[in-house]
Nanobody
Framework: QVHLVESGGGLVQPGGSLRLSCAASGSIFRVNVMAWYRQAPGKQRELVAAITSGGSARYADSAKGRFTISRDNAKNTVYLQMTSLKPEDTAVYFC???????????????WGQGTQVTVSS
């Protein structure tokens, strides 16, 4: 079993910054793509940013130029640095990871419990 634990959410004023972290632990052979999703009230969960184990990143249009995803493979941890935050960024942010427990096994998808980000004055 694999657990993803997020941290770093909170209340921030418009224009402010936050850094989210998500650490994977448990039966891990390799962590492949790690990603951040978000879900605002009444809306579907959407991809914010994703990063491969090699460091290749992609972003939603809403995140480009403001958010930066990074990871520490030795710690199985992914980060999301968010700057120039807007009220529309308010959502629960979820970490997602594709994990292989063994070299010969299949990849399973895991989710964190979510961390609330509120952007408000």
């Amino acid at each position: 079993q694999v657990h993803l634990v997020e941290s770093g959410g909170g209340l921030v004023q418009p224009g402010g910054s936050l850094r989210l972290s998500c650490a994977a632990s448990g039966s891990i052979f390799r962590v492949n793509v790690m990603a951040w999703y978000r879900q605002a009230p009444g809306k579907q969960r959407e991809l914010v940013a994703a990063i491969t184990s090699g460091g290749s990143a992609r972003y939603a249009d809403s995140a480009k130029g403001r958010f930066t995803i990074s990871r520490d493979n030795a710690k199985n941890t992914v980060y999301l640095q968010m700057t120039s935050l807007k009220p529309e960024d308010t959502a629960v942010y979820f970490c997602n990871a594709g994990v292989k427990a063994t070299a010969a096994g299949f990849e399973d998808q895991y989710w964190g419990q979510g961390t609330q980000v509120t952007v408000s004055s």
